[in-house]
């Protein structure tokens, strides 16, 4: 049986904050692609946007962080509209432009 990874105090707290899991972790420790960190000391596994940074030496995680796309905000102007106005606004557009929608 193998060993349990050890994570650093500062990857369990990237960890938290992104959200992030062991289990999501080890994903893309076992099937991400590997190439050495920019000081050398280690390395970097990318999967779907999450690049775990290992210690090459001990195995250690060392810090967590995630290139995927946040959530997209609707604004709170949008949130307030009332469905008939979308939708006047796409019927105004039509007839002013041309019948195209802007």
Not at 62 to 89: C, E, H, M, Y
């Amino acid at each position: 049986m193998t060993e349990p990874r050890t994570y650093t105090r500062h990857a369990l707290a990237r960890m938290a904050e992104r959200s992030l899991t062991p289990p999501m972790v080890e994903a893309v420790l076992r099937a991400g692609e590997y190439e050495p960190d920019m000081e050398g000391f280690g390395l970097r596994a990318t999967l779907c946007g999450i690049t775990v940074v290992v210690s090459a030496i001990h195995g250690t995680v060392v810090t967590v962080f995630d290139r995927r796309n946040p959530p997209a905000r609707i604004s709170p102007k949008r949130l307030a509209r009332k469905p008939g106005q979308f939708r006047r606004r796409v019927e105004r557009g039509r007839t002013t432009y041309g019948g195209w929608p802007c």
